[in-house]
């Protein structure tokens, strides 16, 4: 059997394992815990973090679905004023971390802000006089996430109606559909793969989320478990939580694909032209940029206008010299893991490719396990792998692994492979088999095959893929702040101190610098988007 594994499907498997060592060692370590413990924490923090992650994830699922398609279905099948510019303008929340919206929606709705104080001189109102809704719970941390978690559902929606054919809507309409009738009976399920894929991207993120729920002091399974390892000093009762959160993520996803069952939605045609789409009346465009405005004004203009009244307000007390360190620190890393993350996402596609045994294809799923995994638990088990290698076999890789630059990228490498290895597998789908054919009858190694055809081949698809985990690890603030070495800062875990303390004025800067970063990808995301229906021209 292993001798069918060649080199390429060789490397593809220990590269796969390494990335799955940790989340196998969260199991592992929570394996010994014995039951008095897990008991203790059924009758003490286990019913409120299960009631508060359940509560998020019911109010960001709805919220999000319900945002995700009115606004995709608003902007692809209807011509008006504007769609051009909400098409990408509904991108923009992809580009604010969740935490720094919880800090600027605590400063614009706080009794001192600027939402109460001119409700307060309007109307001549006291302290009492009014009743006015805490931001602070778990309704309002769910929304705070629904804000910018929609454009998942957003995104992958759209471009799966992008993809229709017309000839399906036009046989609905002349079967007795009305507009509405074929979007539900026809467009919908037609896109419903990709709804429920952008749903379970939605509540993974959810799950993952740790600075916007602490925060808000919202209990949920991250914050349990940070506060468990880093607070108590418990690693075993760590890793437990940590286990349960791994099998709700590993629920979720089995889930979706139990509830498709047999389902299968296809399209058959090859015709593709423009998708119709009627030009609104003047209610009916209004009515649309009502839609479509609102998750935008709550999920990033309002939130970036209040950054830069902070940061106009009260200055900030961050020097140069301070500013320049966290910029510098938070851009090595995220040019360090979009360098190391995407070499490695394409040797496994690559050996995925070309093994024939189906195990570096497992070895790849087995893999993508990290991206609907937490930061803080990969971090834990990043912790934990360090402690079982030291205690059965005596590797010294607690100092490379523990609390070093190189334990805050192999965390990314976990993190975020998913994020390379999508955009990469595309790009690769799309280059024909015979200019590797071609190549190899003329002497190449499989690895002179990618140097010399596939790189120059896959350069947007690079591009796109090192952007995206740039990104990410930009916005990105349990795992480093767990795993980065003494008194190493970036960005986001100076705005998440700064805000934690409630010095908000100070946390704007770094978190206004931390969205602007994110901007670029939004808008060539979109770009992609736009371009992606078949047939599509210039």
């Given at each position: 059997m292993w001798s069918r594994i060649g080199p390429t499907g060789l490397?593809?498997?220990?590269?796969?394992?390494?990335?799955?060592l940790p989340i196998l060692a969260v199991f592992v370590q929570a394996a010994g815990v014995s039951t008095d413990l897990w008991g203790h924490m059924a009758r003490t923090v286990l019913p409120g973090y299960i009631a508060n992650t359940l509560i998020l994830l019911g109010i960001v699922g709805v919220v999000t679905l319900v945002t995700g398609v009115a606004c995709a279905w608003t902007v692809t099948m209807h011509e008006f004023r504007g769609r051009g510019v909400l098409q990408?303008?509904?991108?923009?929340?992809l580009a604010m971390p969740a935490y720094v919206l919880a800090y600027t929606y605590t400063d614009f709705l706080q009794f001192a802000g600027p939402l109460q104080s001119f409700l307060r001189a309007s109307f001549g109102w006291r302290r009492g006089d009014y009743w006015f809704p805490e931001i602070h719970t778990a309704w309002g941390a769910g929304l705070v996430l629904s804000s910018v978690l929609y454009p998942y559902v957003y995104v992958l929606t759209r471009a799966a109606f992008l993809e229709q054919s017309v000839c399906v809507l036009e046989a609905s309409r002349m079967l007795g559909c009305s507009a509405f009738g074929a979007f539900r009976r026809v467009a919908l399920p037609l896109a419903r793969p990709a709804l429920v894929t952008g749903v379970g991207y939605a509540l993974m993120e959810t799950l993952a989320d740790f600075g916007a729920v602490r925060y808000f002091g919202i209990d949920t399974f991250t914050v349990g478990i940070y506060r468990?390892?880093?607070a108590l000093g418990d690693a075993a009762m760590a890793a437990q939580l940590a286990a349960v959160l791994l099998l709700v993520v590993l629920a979720l996803v089995g889930l979706e694909r139990l509830s498709r069952g047999r389902m299968r939605f296809h399209q058959t045609t090859g015709r593709y032209r423009a998708l119709p789409a009627p030009r609104l009346s003047a209610r009916g465009t209004v009515l649309a940029w009502i839609v479509c405005l609102t998750p935008i004004l709550f999920g990033f203009l309002l939130p970036g206008g209040v950054l830069i009244h902070m940061i106009l307000r009260g200055g900030t007390e961050l020097t140069l010299a301070r500013f320049t360190d966290l910029t510098v620190n938070t851009f090595i890393l995220g040019a360090s893991g979009a360098l190391l993350v995407v070499a490695v996402a394409l040797l496994v596609i690559h050996g995925v490719r070309h093994d024939r045994s189906g195990f570096a294809t497992g070895a790849a799923r087995l893999a993508s396990l990290g991206y609907a995994t937490p930061g803080t638990v990969i971090a834990v088990?990043?912790?934990?792998?360090v402690g079982l290698m030291r205690d059965w076999g005596g590797w010294p890789v607690g100092a490379l692994l523990?609390?070093?630059i190189v334990g805050i990228l192999y965390?990314?490498?976990?993190?975020?492979?998913?994020?390379?290895?999508?955009p990469l597998e595309s790009g690769f789908a799309k280059i024909g088999p015979n200019l590797e054919g071609a190549a190899r009858s003329l002497g190449h190694t499989p690895l002179q095959v990618l140097r010399r055809v596939h790189l120059p081949l896959l350069r947007p698809s690079l591009l796109s893929a090192a952007m995206l985990v740039f990104v990410d690890i930009t916005k990105e603030l349990p795992a480093t702040m767990i795993l980065r070495p003494f008194n190493f800062d970036t960005l986001?875990?100076?705005?998440?101190?700064?805000?934690?303390?409630e010095r908000l004025d100070d946390a704007a800067l770094?978190?206004?610098v931390i969205v602007l970063v994110g901007l670029a990808p939004v808008i060539y995301l979109s770009r992609t988007i736009a371009s992606s229906r078949p047939g599509h021209r210039g």
């Amino acid at each position: 059997m292993w001798s069918r594994i060649g080199p390429t499907g060789l490397s593809a498997l220990i590269l796969a394992i390494l990335i799955a060592l940790p989340i196998l060692a969260v199991f592992v370590q929570a394996a010994g815990v014995s039951t008095d413990l897990w008991g203790h924490m059924a009758r003490t923090v286990l019913p409120g973090y299960i009631a508060n992650t359940l509560i998020l994830l019911g109010i960001v699922g709805v919220v999000t679905l319900v945002t995700g398609v009115a606004c995709a279905w608003t902007v692809t099948m209807h011509e008006f004023r504007g769609r051009g510019v909400l098409q990408w303008l509904l991108l923009l929340p992809l580009a604010m971390p969740a935490y720094v919206l919880a800090y600027t929606y605590t400063d614009f709705l706080q009794f001192a802000g600027p939402l109460q104080s001119f409700l307060r001189a309007s109307f001549g109102w006291r302290r009492g006089d009014y009743w006015f809704p805490e931001i602070h719970t778990a309704w309002g941390a769910g929304l705070v996430l629904s804000s910018v978690l929609y454009p998942y559902v957003y995104v992958l929606t759209r471009a799966a109606f992008l993809e229709q054919s017309v000839c399906v809507l036009e046989a609905s309409r002349m079967l007795g559909c009305s507009a509405f009738g074929a979007f539900r009976r026809v467009a919908l399920p037609l896109a419903r793969p990709a709804l429920v894929t952008g749903v379970g991207y939605a509540l993974m993120e959810t799950l993952a989320d740790f600075g916007a729920v602490r925060y808000f002091g919202i209990d949920t399974f991250t914050v349990g478990i940070y506060r468990t390892w880093f607070a108590l000093g418990d690693a075993a009762m760590a890793a437990q939580l940590a286990a349960v959160l791994l099998l709700v993520v590993l629920a979720l996803v089995g889930l979706e694909r139990l509830s498709r069952g047999r389902m299968r939605f296809h399209q058959t045609t090859g015709r593709y032209r423009a998708l119709p789409a009627p030009r609104l009346s003047a209610r009916g465009t209004v009515l649309a940029w009502i839609v479509c405005l609102t998750p935008i004004l709550f999920g990033f203009l309002l939130p970036g206008g209040v950054l830069i009244h902070m940061i106009l307000r009260g200055g900030t007390e961050l020097t140069l010299a301070r500013f320049t360190d966290l910029t510098v620190n938070t851009f090595i890393l995220g040019a360090s893991g979009a360098l190391l993350v995407v070499a490695v996402a394409l040797l496994v596609i690559h050996g995925v490719r070309h093994d024939r045994s189906g195990f570096a294809t497992g070895a790849a799923r087995l893999a993508s396990l990290g991206y609907a995994t937490p930061g803080t638990v990969i971090a834990v088990g990043i912790l934990i792998t360090v402690g079982l290698m030291r205690d059965w076999g005596g590797w010294p890789v607690g100092a490379l692994l523990g609390t070093t630059i190189v334990g805050i990228l192999y965390g990314y490498l976990i993190r975020f492979f998913v994020v390379a290895y999508g955009p990469l597998e595309s790009g690769f789908a799309k280059i024909g088999p015979n200019l590797e054919g071609a190549a190899r009858s003329l002497g190449h190694t499989p690895l002179q095959v990618l140097r010399r055809v596939h790189l120059p081949l896959l350069r947007p698809s690079l591009l796109s893929a090192a952007m995206l985990v740039f990104v990410d690890i930009t916005k990105e603030l349990p795992a480093t702040m767990i795993l980065r070495p003494f008194n190493f800062d970036t960005l986001a875990i100076e705005a998440f101190r700064m805000a934690s303390t409630e010095r908000l004025d100070d946390a704007a800067l770094p978190a206004l610098v931390i969205v602007l970063v994110g901007l670029a990808p939004v808008i060539y995301l979109s770009r992609t988007i736009a371009s992606s229906r078949p047939g599509h021209r210039g």
